[in-house]
């Protein structure tokens, strides 16, 4: 009865290091960051949408991501709700027709899905935005393409919707 119980324990320690093995590991690829740095509302469509669908898939692997979304030059314009009139990152038609709809599914990442979003205070400074122009729980950092690369040093993946 000893051994057997001896046994039982040895293959408990052994399953728990291996689970917690994998489980690290699988954790460890769940660390992504993507850039917007252009004026496509469309193509930010389809980032928010990557996200998500990103995160859809963590979640059914039972995985604990780490998700950031960096917005830098024209992604500003993803960031507010001015218009940012004589400044290089002036809102267009298309934005300006899909603006609630995308403000909205920005939000739900941030506020129900945890995504950390990140604007670069240097392109927000650039045009003179002031800062409570921004949505509310984005992040101001002082260099967005220097946080893209801090993550990635980090070991976090980047992406780029195309």
Known sequence: MKNL???FAQSLVIASAMFGASSQAADDGA????H???QDTTRYSATLTSINNILNFYETELMEPEVHLVFVGYGLRFTTDDNLENTPYKADEELLKRRDELKGRLNA???VRGVKVELCDKTRDEVGLPKDKVYKGI???PSGVAKIAILQSQGFSYLKIQ
């Open 36 to 38: 917007v740095d252009f």
């Open 109 to 111: 990442l941030m506020t």
């Open 139 to 141: 992040e101001l950092t």
């Open 31 to 34: 660390k992504v960051v993507y």
């Open 5 to 7: 119980f001896k046994r």
